[in-house]
């Protein structure tokens, strides 16, 4: 079965600041989907960044990036120039490619505080 | 282009009785897909459908139901409610079917269920 896991449960960044979220995960399969969602407050999972395994080249959304390690099964998040408006619970997500099915492997999430 | 609503947001059942949860998809979106958050389990699958068909069902008891109407509406109901129910319902959306390479869900804002 796969799993996905998120070893920092709380991290803190200064504005204007980088930060990097860890998150690994276990698959036995070749093609999968790995993401990012972001949920504030009001709990709405928005999406960060998504990388399909297929693809060597690490994803990349404004001051959003990954850094995705397929052998070693590694996903980590990178934000750049930190705003308070990250703040947020950040959540690591897996999904087959060839299974068809959504469902999403959830990690049990990182709480990201910005410091002003 | 509204995205996913879900209703009720907030809802408070007695331990017994039952519920009925309502999620409208992104227009033209076809697959909706359920998701229970709780501070303990985190984000876990519920079910998934396509076009009116349930794809795919997680672990949860036969309790949990579901199903998606002739224009993409879905609903999910939990009967005999029971304490640990009392979690956040999120429901999500996507254009085409899960076989569909490289499709993204979106998420509802989700509804809380309380019980007591």
């Known amino acids: 079965a796969q799993t996905v896991t998120q070893s920092q449960p709380e991290m803190s960044v200064q504005e204007a600041e980088t930060v990097t979220l860890s998150c690994t995960y276990d698959?036995?399969?070749?093609?999968?989907?790995l993401f990012w969602y972001k949920q504030p407050p009001s709990r709405q999972m928005i999406l960060v960044i998504r990388?399909?395994?297929?693809?060597?080249q690490n994803a990349t959304e404004n001051r959003f990036s990954v850094n995705f390690q397929k052998a070693a099964k590694s996903f980590s998040l990178k934000i750049s120039d930190s705003q308070l408006g990250d703040a947020a619970m950040y959540f690591c997500a897996y999904r087959r490619a060839t299974s068809g099915t959504y469902k999403y492997i959830f990690g049990t999430g990182t709480r990201l505080k910005v410091l002003a | 282009k509204a995205g996913v609503t879900q209703t009720p947001r907030y809802l408070i059942k007695t331990r017994g009785q039952q519920v009925t949860l309502s999620c409208s998809p992104i227009?033209?979106?076809?697959?909706v897909s359920w998701y229970q958050q709780t501070p303990g389990q985190g984000l876990q699958f519920l079910f998934e459908?396509?076009?009116?068909?349930?794809?795919n069902k997680g672990n949860f008891p036969g309790r949990f139901s579901g199903r998606q109407f002739s224009n993409s509406r879905s609903e999910m109901n939990v009967s005999t409610l029971e304490l640990g129910d009392s979690a956040l319902y999120l429901c999500?959306?996507?254009?085409?079917?899960?076989?569909?390479?490289?499709?993204?869900?979106?998420f509802g804002e989700g509804s809380w269920l309380t019980v007591v």
């Open positions: 227009s033209g979106h076809r697959s």
């Open positions: 459908y396509f076009s009116e068909t349930q794809r």
């Open positions: 999500a959306s996507s254009s085409v079917g899960p076989r569909a390479s490289g499709n993204t869900i979106y």
């Open positions: 990388q399909e395994a297929y693809k060597q």
């Open positions: 698959t036995s399969e070749s093609d999968y989907y």
